[in-house]
Nanobody
Framework: QVQLVESGGGLVQPGGSLRLSCAASGSIFSIYAMGWYRQAPGKQRELVATITSSSSTNYADSAKGRFTISRDNAKNTVYLQMNSLKPEDTAVYYC???????????????WGQGTQVTVSS
């Protein structure tokens, strides 16, 4: 099995920063794309940022210039550095990874349990 453990969420004032981490563990052969998504109350889950195995990145317009996604392949970990946070960034943040558990197995998507980010004064 595969487990994704997220950390780094919390309460921060507007203009502040947080760094989210998501570590994958378990039966892993290869990790492909990794990403962060968020879901605010009453809204659909939306993409924040993704990063490929070759470290190509993609950001939602709302994240561009403020958030940075990165990964440490040796640690099977993806990070999201969030700066200049705004109240509208308040949401539960989820990581998603695409993982192959064996050389002949399909690539499957796995989700973390979510971590709450609250931006408020």
């Amino acid at each position: 099995q595969v487990q994704l453990v997220e950390s780094g969420g919390g309460l921060v004032q507007p203009g502040g920063s947080l760094r989210l981490s998501c570590a994958a563990s378990g039966s892993i052969f290869s990790i492909y794309a990794m990403g962060w998504y968020r879901q605010a109350p009453g809204k659909q889950r939306e993409l924040v940022a993704t990063i490929t195995s070759s470290s190509s990145t993609n950001y939602a317009d709302s994240a561009k210039g403020r958030f940075t996604i990165s990964r440490d392949n040796a640690k099977n970990t993806v990070y999201l550095q969030m700066n200049s946070l705004k109240p509208e960034d308040t949401a539960v943040y989820y990581c998603k990874t695409s993982i192959r558990q064996g050389p002949s197995l399909r690539i499957l998507d796995y989700w973390g349990q979510g971590t709450q980010v609250t931006v408020s004064s």
